[in-house]
């Protein structure tokens, strides 16, 4: 027995028939102290506190073996000094999206996350190493949600997920050439309703609306403005997936190529890069290991 299609207006959809979790107060409250810049440590740790779960939560992640403290954190004041305001802001939307979007498939939800914090670490590499006029820690947040419309589709749309996924490993092919070719709407879609739903930053709905290969395409042959944020998430993902999924040999080449031609280097400087890349897998690994 088939399943009814989903509506060509996703946004509607989900208006009409789906009620998207609101953000946790707390962690919209911080979104809101950390947007507006003035807020100090100590006032954040106050925030925080009021929320046990969230501060149990940051006080594993800075006790944990990735950070390696010969002494302990016990208090949260201590734990936001010592991560700083982009870490805990990062700590406390993962927990939201863990929390509120939680999909029942614990094999895909480990394989998303997986992907979005390797994505959001790429980033930051690239951030770095190159000329671009952007903040690494901003890109950082923006990179690691970007794919949270996925989260949407597992949700509540879990068997055209799976459909999805099936249709990804048969081809070898990107989430976005499933979605085309089975005539499903876009996970950027879902993730820019989310991304209204829970007033994030102008930056992660943009991110969520632009990362795709054929976005780094349009970027490279001036059909879209360069914008130096997007263009690294851009990159940061089809690296992310060149360098941890199994893609066809056509696919590979042309986010090879694409890539290059965005970083403006040579096969020397792409191969280290790569090298880099593929040894975040590890870093990956202990990130969800505190979740």
């Given at each position: 027995?088939?399943?009814?299609?989903?509506?060509?207006?996703?946004?509607?959809?989900?208006?009409?028939?789906?009620?998207?979790p609101a953000l946790p107060t707390v962690v919209q409250r911080l979104l809101d102290a950390l947007s507006s810049g003035k807020s100090s440590a100590v006032e954040i740790a106050a925030l925080l506190s009021v929320d046990a779960g969230l501060v149990a939560q940051i006080m594993k992640v800075v006790n944990s073996a990735y950070y390696g403290l010969p002494t302990p954190i016990r208090e949260i004041k201590h734990a936001v000094a010592y991560l700083g305001l982009a870490e805990i802001k990062r700590i406390a939307l993962t927990v939201a999206l863990m929390e509120r979007l939680a999909p029942a498939d614990s094999i895909e939800f480990a394989r998303?996350?997986?992907?979005?914090?390797?994505?959001?670490?790429?980033?930051?590499?690239?951030?770095?190493?190159?000329?671009?006029t952007v903040n690494p820690e901003e890109i950082y947040v923006a990179?690691?949600?970007?794919?949270?419309?996925?989260?949407?589709?597992?949700?509540?749309?879990?068997a055209e997920y799976q459909d999805l996924t099936r249709r990804c490993e048969a081809d070898a092919s990107l989430m976005v050439d499933a979605e085309n070719e089975l005539s499903l709407p876009s996970h950027t879609l879902f993730g820019a309703v989310l991304c209204d739903r829970w007033l994030f930053d102008d930056l992660v709905k943009r991110a969520c609306l632009c990362h795709e290969l054929h976005d780094l395409e349009a970027f490279n042959r001036g059909e879209r403005e360069r914008h130096d944020d997007l263009l690294v998430?851009?990159?940061?993902?089809?690296?992310?997936?060149?360098?941890?999924?199994?893609?066809?040999d056509a696919l590979r080449h042309r986010i090879h190529d694409e890539a290059m031609k965005a970083l403006n280097?040579?096969?020397?400087?792409?191969l280290l890069l790569m090298g880099e890349l593929y040894e975040l897998r590890s870093e990956v690994g202990r990130f969800l290991s505190d979740f």
């Open positions: 027995m088939s399943r009814p299609a989903i509506p060509a207006d996703p946004e509607a959809m989900l208006k009409q028939h789906f009620s998207l998303f996350w997986s992907h979005s914090f390797h994505t959001a670490l790429t980033a930051r590499v690239i951030a770095r190493r190159r000329d671009y990179a690691l949600l970007h794919d949270v419309g996925k989260l949407v589709y597992m949700k509540f749309f879990p998430i851009c990159i940061s993902n089809v690296l992310s997936n060149l360098s941890t999924r199994e893609l066809s280097c040579d096969d020397r400087d792409f």
